[in-house]
T-cell receptor
Framework: NAGVTQTPKFQVLKTGQSMTLQCAQDMNHEYMSWYRQDPGMGLRLIHY???????DQGEVPNGYNVSRSTTEDFPLRLLSAAPSQTSVYFCASSIQGRSYGYTFGSGTRLTVV | AQTVTQSQPEMSVQEAETVTLSCTYD???????LFWYKQPPSRQMILVIR??????QNATENRFSVNFQKAAKSFSLKISDSQLGDTAMYFCAFMKEYGYIFGTGTRLKVLA
């Protein structure tokens, strides 16, 4: 099994550009989420989903959109990139969420110049 | 709101020795879940151990164990027989309904 796959691994954007970070899992997990990791801080929740067609905001949702059309995929869209969105982004999935813990992807390092 | 605090930004330990990483949290919930994650230089987040708050027994996974003090809201991680491969950032996390609240991490270096 591939687990949680994130693409790309690295990306440089110019301010104002848009892009989509891809996340796919092959474990038939219902719960998926996106986090960002900034220096000196722990990971912070951006958006999450508890199943296909169901998404909601986390702690730091501004500037990001998500959708969940299939169980496998949970893309994160940056509509107009800003330097403050320079970060490492992690996607994670879980079979049940709260009690089981999440499996993380390997992350995407995004730099906005 | 829930918070998670890791007060030790950096620690070091000699190979084969034991080290304890501290974590405190704040919540008004009575039933919850706590986790420790390891992030090596590869940046992959790896689940080390989890604890269910309603269980009195401390969780153990091989060389990793926790000291869970519910009344004190403390959740420390003990690593026994430290190995060079244990060098990493360690994050304590509180599980909310649909996502984690992470601490700021402790950078652990195992010295040969």
């Amino acid at each position: 099994n591939a687990g949680v796959t994130q693409t790309p691994k690295f990306q440089v954007l110019k301010t104002g550009q848009s892009m989509t970070l891809q996340c796919a899992q092959d474990m038939n997990h219902e719960y998926m989420s996106w986090y960002r990791q900034d220096p000196g801080m722990g990971l912070r929740l951006i958006h999450y989903s508890v199943g296909a067609g169901i998404t909601d905001q986390g702690e730091v949702p501004n500037g990001y959109n998500v959708s969940r059309s299939t169980t496998e995929d949970f893309p994160l869209r940056l509509l107009s990139a800003a330097p403050s969105q320079t970060s490492v982004y992690f996607c994670a999935s879980s079979i049940q969420g709260r009690s089981y813990g999440y499996t993380f992807g390997s992350g995407t390092r995004l730099t906005v110049v | 709101a829930q918070t998670v605090t890791q007060s030790q930004p950096e620690m070091s330990v000699q190979e084969a020795e034991t080290v304890t990483l501290s974590c405190t949290y704040d919540t008004s919930e009575s039933n919850y879940y706590l986790f420790w994650y390891k992030q090596p230089p590869s940046r992959q987040m790896i689940l080390v151990i989890r604890q269910e708050a309603y269980k009195q027994q401390n969780a153990t996974e091989n060389r990793f164990s926790v000291n869970f003090q519910k009344a004190a809201k403390s959740f420390s991680l003990k690593i026994s027989d430290s190995q060079l491969g244990d060098t990493a950032m360690y994050f304590c996390a509180f599980m909310k309904e649909y996502g984690y609240i992470f601490g700021t991490g402790t950078r652990l270096k195992v010295l040969a």
